[in-house]
Nanobody
């Protein structure tokens, strides 16, 4: 059973910082792309950032220069460092990963999500 578990969400004031972590556990061959999505109340889910196993990253224009995605392949973890947070960053943040379960089967997995609230 493969699981993705996020941690690090919470309440922060505008201009503050938070670091989200996501750990993948279970039985699998390898992990490909990992990333973070977010969904605010009443809005569609939005891609925040992605990172390949080789370290190439991509991020949404709305977070460029403020958020940094990174990963630790040895620990099967992905991180999202969020700086200069704004109220519009308030959302449930979920990590995902493309995981090779066997040599013939690859699928996407999602975490349960962690709430990030930016408010004074």
């Amino acid at each position: 059973q493969v699981r993705l578990v996020e941690s690090g969400g919470g309440l922060v004031q505008p201009g503050g910082s938070l670091r989200l972590s996501c750990a993948a556990s279970g039985s699998f061959v390898s992990i490909g792309v990992m990333g973070w999505y977010r969904q605010a109340p009443g809005k569609q889910r939005e891609l925040v950032a992605t990172i390949t196993s080789g370290g190439s990253t991509n991020s949404a224009d709305s977070v460029k220069g403020r958020f940094t995605i990174s990963r630790d392949n040895a620990k099967n973890m992905v991180y999202l460092q969020m700086n200069s947070l704004k109220s519009e960053d308030t959302a449930v943040y979920s990590c995902y990963a493309v995981i090779k379960i066997s040599f013939s089967y690859t699928t996407n997995y999602w975490g349960q999500g962690t709430q990030v609230t930016v408010s004074s």
